[in-house]
Nanobody
Framework: QVHLVESGGGLVQTGDSLRISCAASERSFSLHAAGWFRQPPGKERQFVAAISYGGVNTYYADSVKGRFTISRDSAENTMDLQMSALNPEDTGVYLC?????????????????????WGQGTHVAVSS
């Protein structure tokens, strides 16, 4: 069981940057493929970014490519999402997710059903 807790959300303006974090309870978290999803108001959960175990490979949704960067710190059992050039379409609850230990990040890293563990989310609101 991996317990995930997100932090760092808030209200920002268009063009601003924000960094959100995910803290995991398990020391083996760095061995799990993991990712970030978001859920805009009234919409379904969307894939944002994913990172392989050890942080070697990263993947992004087209809508955030070049603006967001996913990273992880194995020593701290954390995973971050650095977001820049934010716009109102980035508004939503951002959720940290982890796959089961040993699961490959490919090919279904965009599918929420691939992830076994979820945090409660942190809210990001971007005003125009």
């Amino acid at each position: 069981q991996v317990h995930l807790v997100e932090s760092g959300g808030g209200l920002v303006q268009t063009g601003d940057s924000l960094r959100i974090s995910c803290a995991a309870s398990e020391r083996s978290f760095s061995l799990h493929a993991a990712g970030w999803f978001r859920q805009p108001p009234g919409k379904e959960r969307q894939f944002v970014a994913a990172i392989s175990y050890g942080g070697v490979n990263t993947y992004y949704a087209d809508s955030v490519k070049g603006r967001f960067t996913i990273s992880r710190d194995s020593a701290e059992n954390t995973m971050d999402l650095q977001m820049s050039a934010l716009n109102p379409e980035d508004t939503g609850v951002y959720l940290c997710a982890s796959m089961q230990l040993g699961d490959s990040i490919l090919p279904k890293f965009r599918d929420p059903a691939t992830y076994a563990y979820w945090g409660q989310g942190t809210h990001v609101a971007v005003s125009s």
